[in-house]
Structure formats: C-alpha cells, structure tokens
C-alpha cells in the first residue's frame, strides 16, 4: 500500500483556470511535507516545507496547504509556464523522504 | 550557497558492461546524501543514502551498489549493467529535513 497518494495523475488546465492538487498520506508521526516542481529532463525543485496541520506556504501563483492526513497545492490562474510533475514527499521520523508519484500537469494558453 | 553536480548527463551502455555515476556537492560539509532512481509511472524510487564518509545504506536488493569515498562525494557503480538499471538516476542531499536534488544522469542500456 502507497503511503504517498497523489491525486489526480494528470491535469490538463486552460491558462487562468485554478485549481488544486492533491497529496494524502497514511502514515503517522509526520515531519515534514514536502512539494516539488520538476520539469522533464531535470531534478525536482524545492518549492514548499510544510510541518503542522493548518500550515500554509505561498510561492507567486502556488499555496500549499496542510491538514492531519493530506496536504493540497492550489494553484491560482496558472500560465502555461507552470507546466510541470509536482511531487509531494513526506518524512517520519529519520527515515528519508517518502515520494509520491507526482501530478502531470499542464497548462494551455 | 550549495550545489549538487552530477555526470554524467546521459548515458548509453550495453547490457553487462560496468556503471560509475558521480554525484559531488559544493557550499556543505557532511552532507546526507541519496541516490534515487525515477522510472516512467513509479515514481521516485531510494537507492541509497550515507550519512557519513564509508557509510551506505541500502533501500532495495538490486545490482547497484554506492560508495562514498569523500565528503561530498557519492558515487553510484555498477558491476554488469542489466535492462532493468535503466532510468533517470538523481543525486540529492538533506537539508533540515527536505531534499535538494541534482540535474540527474539519463541512463539507457541497451
């Protein structure tokens, strides 16, 4: 069973048409929420730590959100630029990151 | 500020020949360190991590193995390379607790 669920896999967005991404976990004892931008080709960028229930984080067009069991990543009149996989991870403990599998999303003018 | 290198970028190698992947980091000492291998619908997938100079641990049975002969260096190798080793291979190391990956090695064996 995935502890990291991503939802939904992919997003297809006309250009100023917000919406929200999903990232649900089961595990307990969370440290960390972690978001990340990446691009085809590359490695995924850092965008967000979030630590506790009711937490948000805002980067220009991007807010991160966090509850007990999931987290959101809304993203207000996206432009074709913010095409991208955004990846959520969590961390328990001192394990490392636990990854999901990402939302493909994309963005037409 | 840190950095995180890693080559090569790419990478075509046939099947049974070795594999050495380089990852070096800059702007920190003693860093944790991971190699993750990202596959097409599976997500990223932990190989490795080292805490320290000679410490590896190991995430999955597979036929890769890591070293760690510097500080801020961690290198991924194989012995015979199968189909299966195939991916995107990232380097990254830890923050307070989040990530902060490398460009990445494109491997293909054919």
């Known amino acids: 069973e995935d502890q990291v669920t991503q939802s939904p896999e992919a997003l297809r967005l006309q250009e100023g048409e917000s919406s929200s991404l999903n990232c649900s976990y089961t595990?307990?004892?969370?440290?960390?929420l972690f978001w990340y931008r990446q691009d085809p080709g590359k490695g995924p960028e850092f965008l967000f730590t979030l630590y506790s229930a009711g937490e948000e984080k805002e980067k220009e067009r991007l807010k991160a959100t966090l509850t007990k069991k999931e987290s959101f990543l809304h993203i207000t009149a996206p432009k074709p630029e913010d095409s991208a996989t955004y990846l959520c991870?969590?961390?328990?403990?001192?394990?490392?990151?636990?990854f999901g599998k990402g939302t493909r999303l994309s963005v037409i003018a | 500020s840190q950095t995180i290198h890693q080559w090569p970028a790419t990478l075509v190698q046939p099947v049974g020949s070795p594999l050495s992947l380089e990852c070096t980091v800059e702007?920190?000492?003693?860093?944790?360190l991971y190699w993750y291998r990202q596959a097409a619908g599976r997500g990223l997938q932990l190989l490795f991590y080292?805490?320290?100079?000679?410490?590896i641990s190991s995430e999955v049975p597979q036929n890769l193995s890591a070293s760690r002969p510097q500080d801020r260096q961690f290198i991924l190798s194989s012995k015979k390379l199968l189909l299966s080793d195939s991916g995107f291979y990232l380097c990254a190391w830890k923050g307070t607790y989040e990530q902060y990956f490398g460009p990445g090695t494109r491997l293909t064996v054919t």
């Open positions: 991870a969590v961390v328990i403990g001192n394990t490392p990151l636990v």
């Open positions: 080292s805490v320290g100079i000679g410490q």
């Open positions: 702007g920190t000492s003693n860093p944790n």
């Open positions: 595990v307990s004892g969370l440290r960390g």
